[in-house]
């Protein structure tokens, strides 16, 4: 598709995300079904993003479009290949994003809650590394709050809110008062 980088580029970038946030959500886009693509090069894309610490994936079909490069190419893939191709490589997607779920139970992360319905007893909310999350209890919509994660239930975390208490003892300063109290030493 000639891209100015090549995979060995971008797998260093993604390393030195991963290095410095550890806990970031890093997805990627994948096209599949590019003309001439072979069994072997899906493989080697599917080989490559296994090896990566990818938390999501958005996987396009190919498509031709006219008046681009692509459109005069004739070594087309046929449209069950991309299907299957496609397939897998949401199904590696999906494997990857329920582990990067996994691996945040026992966290607390930061999430900003979103609009209830009325009669549930659990407050959707989006995470600061994206994932969905349920905390129990109505909170108003456009809170932050920081919230331990306990269950992976499908696609979401369930939490519970961090106590106020808890926080204010964690982010003590001198004296037991609160950091930013007027009574604290900085």
Do not use: C
């Not at 990627?28 to 590019?34: K, L, S, Y």
């Not at 208490?165 to 300063?173: L, Q, S």
Request: proline content about 5%; aromatic content about 6%.
């Amino acid at each position: 598709m000639h891209r100015w980088y090549r995979a060995e580029h971008y797998a260093r970038r993604v390393a030195l995300i991963r290095e410095r946030l550890p806990h970031a959500a890093i997805g990627a886009d994948v096209i599949t079904g590019f003309p001439g693509e072979t069994e072997d090069d899906h493989a080697a894309t599917t080989a490559f993003i296994e090896g990566l610490p990818f938390t999501y994936l958005h996987v396009f079909s190919f498509s031709t479009r006219p008046g681009t490069k692509a459109s005069a190419l004739s070594n087309e893939v046929p449209g069950g290949v991309i299907k299957r191709r496609a397939r897998d490589l949401r199904a590696l997607g999906e494997a990857k994003a329920a582990a990067f779920r996994q691996s945040q139970l026992g966290r607390t992360l930061r999430v900003l809650t979103l609009r209830r319905d009325a009669d549930s007893r659990s407050t959707p909310a989006l995470s600061s590394n994206y994932l969905k999350v349920r905390i129990s209890g109505a909170h108003s919509a456009n809170q932050w709050l920081d919230v331990g994660i306990s269950v992976k239930e499908g696609n979401y975390l369930l939490a519970e809110p961090v106590s106020l208490t808890a926080n204010a003892v964690v982010a003590a300063g001198a004296g037991g008062q609160p950091l930013g109290h007027p009574g604290s030493i900085r």
